[in-house]
């Protein structure tokens, strides 16, 4: 229809704020915990990962659920270590932000809480020295806080997760906001009660009806918790999923982790295995141990949470939310400079060079980006297909390629 490819550019370039609210965050982050150096490689990760080039430019929520996931961890991280009101408010906004964009951050209801458990542990005193020169510790980082402050900060924690819920209903209008478990109609076999996998489409139940479960009210909006179910019905119900040159019925476990291998460039892995290396051999890299599991255990969470699901695997976008923590906990590879470190200086540089060239060697065609160990895009197919390659962006090329020889008319069109 006309007016419609404005409509879209003008939809994509509303996803354009999101991938910078994700760089700002992964600069903040990192050069808090781990210096300015850290805080420019964070960021420069970020902003050439191909993968997340590749699904910023598209409407779909995954690189929004990063970036403001990532958001909403950096603002709960600061209130860790200076739990007041104001910061409170701050981390709630951010967790109902988060939670607006992708189910998948409904897990940071149950992180966060643990996170926080972890913090409130004593430690001893000689921890911080842990911590590098970068940093900006906080009051009481030393050790656990005094009792009589647990309650506040209790207290404060109910906030942000009320606040996040709050602004989740909010979000929806709160229509059907805390219906009954029991009235819903789910359509996933998990919901639904049933043990085989419906082959009925029309088909509707619910698992919690006679149970004393059903008078629960759902502390969510209607419609979150039927996406939740229609989400959960694919992974129920599988699809064909393709991997490595192999079809099955269904997916796999390491799926993501393969995936990444592939689409993420071997610069970044080097990285990636200097923080390691530094994390578990060298001194002054890393941050306090409560930092660091603030900081990795969304990412853990998420990749976990999506692993899990094999009923069919389709699409390495659905671990994208983790990205950001990574690059931020790669980003102390930057301490090497600090800490005058020449030789893994130098490693971290050139790898860091790698990462960048190889990214930019397929631009503008970020989505098809698969690294030199994968064979380059040229060989993609051989290991993964569907959004991990092409979602049309490309026919666009294809016709521009057409108007310019028309002798190659009439011409057939082979398209997944």
Known sequence: PEGAYQAFVLARWACIPFSLVGAWVCFRWARDLYGSGAGLLAMTLWCFCPNVIGHG??????????????????????????????SAFLAGLG??????????????????????LIWRQPRPRTDVAGIPTGA????????????????????????????????????????GSFKRLDDFDFVSPTLMGTASQEQDFQATGNRFRGTWAGAIPAPLPANYV???DLQKLDFDRGKWSYLGGQWRFGGWWLYYLYAMAVKVPLGTWLLACLAIAATLFARGYS??????????????AVLGVVSAETGFSHHMRYVLPAFPFVFIWISKAARAFDLRHR????????????????????????????????????????????????????????????????????????YF
């Open 136 to 175: 900006a510790p906080a009051t009481g980082e030393s050790s656990a806080p005094p009792a009589r402050t647990r309650p506040r900060e209790a207290m404060q924690l109910a906030v942000i997760l009320f606040l996040g819920l709050y602004l989740t209903n909010a979000g929806y209008g709160f229509e």
């Open 343 to 414: 030789g893994t200086a130098v490693f971290a540089t050139m790898a860091f060079a790698w990462s960048v060239a190889s990214s930019l060697s397929v631009f503008p065609h970020n989505l098809a980006y698969f690294n030199e160990l994968a064979g380059g895009p040229a060989n993609g197919h051989a290991h993964l297909l569907d959004s991990n390659i092409d979602w049309g962006q490309d026919l666009f090329f294809l016709k521009r390629w057409l108007d310019v020889h028309p002798e190659a008319r009439p011409i057939g069109l082979a």
């Open 226 to 228: 039927l996406g939740i």
């Open 287 to 300: 941050a306090s141990p409560r930092d660091e599991i603030t900081l990795l255990a969304p990412a853990i």
């Open 57 to 86: 430019q598209l409407i779909t929520p995954d690189v929004g659920a990063a970036s403001l996931g990532a958001l909403a961890g950096y603002v709960f991280w600061r209130w860790l270590r200076a739990p007041d009101w104001g």
């Open 95 to 116: 967790l109902g932000l988060a939670e607006l964009t992708k189910f998948t951050w409904i897990v940071l209801f149950l992180v966060w809480p643990i996170v926080w």
